[in-house]
């Protein structure tokens, strides 16, 4: 062992620099009920057998141990944007709601579409989005959010990118093909 190190393995916690930096008042326990208490190694601090409360008589110079004057404020729930949202349920949405047979003509009609993509590639994501696509158009929500996906398409590509990525998120079950879809649909010319 060199010079500069000390070994610290048969000494008291005293002999270690920073070994215990925390306030001693913090650990001071006492009984406000009882008389009888028993004194610890320090003489500031008192331990009773029946109903400890933790007190000081040191103090506190730091600051950090005020007690709270009222309870921290509530925190209010998350607030959700509702401009595009996948399982908005209003009558103007109804009325648009496609069948499983019209969203697949749709979407063939996008996937038709010309791409930047290599052939190679357009191939693979099609592939993907045709293998996958019509099972998940059995559940009522995938119809809906397609239905609106292929609504705004049209006027505002970007809106349409983002409330698909957005259920993607959320929605686990069209992990297999939506993000070849979206893929896709922006390297659409």
């Known amino acids: 062992m060199s010079e500069n190190s000390k070994s610290f393995q048969n000494c008291t916690e005293a002999d270690v620099p920073g070994y215990n930096d925390c306030p001693t008042f913090l650990f001071q326990v006492s009984n406000k009920k009882s008389s009888s208490s028993t004194s610890l190694a320090s003489s500031n601090t008192t331990l009773s057998s029946t109903g400890n409360v ?3 008589k040191v103090r506190d110079t730091s600051g950090n141990t005020k007690s709270a004057i009222s309870p921290p404020p509530l925190i209010s729930k998350r607030k959700v944007s509702n401009q595009i949202d ?15 047979d019209e969203l697949l003509s749709k979407i063939d009609e996008l996937l038709s579409k010309e791409s930047k993509l290599s052939e190679k590639e357009f191939t693979f994501y099609k592939n993907k989005v045709d293998n996958n696509i019509e099972r998940s158009l059995d559940n009522v929500s995938t119809v809906n959010t397609l239905s609106q996906f292929v ?4 006027n505002d590509k970007v809106s349409a990118k983002k409330l698909l990525t957005q259920w993607m998120v959320s929605d686990t079950s069209i992990g297999t093909w939506c993000p070849a879809f979206i893929k896709i649909i922006d390297n659409t010319v």
Do not use: Q
């Open 54 to 56: 933790i007190t000081s």
């Open 86 to 100: 996948p399982n908005k349920n209003n009558d103007e949405d109804k009325a648009n709601i496609m069948t499983k």
């Open 151 to 154: 609504n705004i398409i049209e």
